[in-house]
Structure formats: C-alpha cells, structure tokens
C-alpha cells in the first residue's frame, strides 16, 4: 500500500474526552496550554514525505529521520523489534488537501474523504517528543483501503450518521476494544476542527512533546495533499488494558449508524461479511 507516499502524515493529540489519561499521556502535556478546556493539545508528524535539500530555506532539519520511512499498511501490523509495549489507537483519518500562501503558510484545508484508522503507538513513559512513539518503521500504521467520500466538512453531511467501534480477536474471541461512538463526540470537528489545524500547523512551536510543524512542511517542498487523524477515541477497559501481541487481529470500523448497528457489525467480523456501501473497515494482523 504506497498510495500515500507523497502525503504528509499527520495525528492530532488529545482530540477525545479522556483518551490521553487511558493513554497515560496526561504528564506529557502538563505544559501545554490550550485555547480552551476542551481544545486538542497539539499535532504530532508520523511520516514526512521525502525532505528537500535546500540550503537556501535557512532552516536546519530537526525531525527525526524515522519520520521518513513510510508506515502505512491496510494489513499488518508489524510490531518493534524492542521489548516495549503496543497499543491500538482507532480513530478517523481526513485525506486531505492542502492550500499555501505565497509565504508558505497553510492558507486552508479540505478534507475529501475519511477512513478507518489505527494510530498503533508505543506505550513509554519519558519520550521527549508525541512522534517518538509513532512511527517505528514500516507496517507500524493502518489506514482501510475503503475511503469514504466527504460531501460537505460540516453540520448536516455525511460524517454526522458515521459512528467508531473497534475490536481486537485473540485466540477466537472477540474483545471490544475502543468505545462505540458518534463521530460528532469528538471535541473539536468540521470547521472548528479545520480552523485550529491550519492555526497549528503555522504557528506550532518546539516545545515540550510538540515540535515545529511548519519547518517540517516547508523541507517537505510544501505537499498539496496529507492525511491528518483527528484523535484516538477511548478505550473499553480491555482495551485500555491490553497491548498487541503476535497473532492478534484488529478492527477497526466507521458505519453508517442510520443503516447499521453495533450488533451487525460484530455479526460481521463473525461471518467475516461486511456491506462495503455503509462501512469502511481497516483489519490488520499483528505480526513480529
């Protein structure tokens, strides 16, 4: 799955009531602070398309280089050669594409599609930056192959019908592993969403877990398009409470709520049928 090579990759933190105290995230931002209460803390890159060499930006490089191995897969997930801790993280993704200003700023945003998603990340205490624990090379994300088509960023389109669930198969049994809810029950969305993106990614600075955004954009030559995850959702207590093993099978699915339930779509992963016109389903095996 190479589709996405020339997208820069990008997830957003704390985007979901209580997601980062189940993530024992909570310290890491203790200094950030936000807009409002409610406000996500801050947008983290996990892959940065291939970096121009271009002495003439007067910028000095600062992202880590695994940020440059491409880590999609709609299949696997390929776990750390380290001993160190694996947690799903289902949420959204927005493909997107990005406008420029003649000084190089994000000057709007527009959000195409949306697909399942799986933010895997390290779970370790102490890392200097978000993206430390986000890419550790190839296979380490997930995204479907099944995009589903945004009519109108707002109020009243698609996106208001669509619900997330998730579930991870161990050993024949089926566990619920992140919450079945409204996409609407995210913190920030549709153009509030929006807005505080294109703000954050001109003004974000390096501080703390966050790092400098725009001087990543500009040594990536600007890239028109991007996938930006809007946040994990939160966990069920098995979810919270189990990390990926060789083996294991996630799902993660958005559906179409005013066509199906939660009860057809855990009939689903039993028969291993799914209605492809209401869903779009990411299902990766967990691999070392």
């Known amino acids: 799955m190479q589709k996405y090579k020339d997208f820069l990759g990008l997830g957003i933190a704390g985007n979901f009531a209580l997601h980062l105290a189940q993530a024992g995230e909570l310290e890491d931002f203790k200094d950030i602070i936000t807009a409002d209460e409610a406000a996500p803390k801050g947008i983290f890159p996990f892959y940065l398309p291939s970096t121009v060499k271009n002495e003439a930006l007067g910028s000095s490089f600062r992202a880590k280089e695994i940020l440059t191995t491409y880590p999609l897969s709609s299949t696997t997930i390929k776990l750390p050669t380290q001993n160190v801790n694996i947690q799903a993280e289902p949420e959204v993704a927005l493909i997107c594409d990005l406008t420029y200003d003649s000084n190089n700023r994000v000057s709007k945003i527009t959000p195409t599609h ?28 997930g995204i479907s192959e099944n995009l589903i088509k945004i009519d109108s960023f707002e109020s009243g389109g698609i996106m208001d019908n669509y619900s997330i669930c998730s579930f991870l198969k161990r050993d024949d049994d089926i566990h619920a592993y992140g919450e079945d809810v409204e996409l609407l029950g995210y913190s920030y969305f549709y153009k509030k969403l929006s ?31 991007a996938i930006i995850s809007i946040g994990a959702t939160r966990y069920t207590h098995y979810g919270e409470n189990t990390f990926l093993k060789d083996g294991d099978e996630l799902f993660v699915i958005l559906y179409n709520n005013t066509n199906l339930s939660l009860k057809d779509i855990i009939e689903s992963i039993k028969n291993n049928s799914y209605d492809s016109q209401y869903i779009s389903l990411l299902k990766q095996r967990v691999t070392n």
């Open 114 to 141: 949306f697909s399942a998603y799986n933010d895997c990340s390290i779970r370790v205490a102490g890392a200097s930056k978000i993206s430390d624990k986000k890419n550790w090379g190839v296979s380490s994300k």
């Open 195 to 225: 807005d505080w993106i294109i703000n954050q990614l001109n003004t974000q600075e390096d501080f703390g877990p966050l790092e400098p955004l725009s001087e990543y954009i500009l040594e990536c030559g600007n890239p028109s398009k």
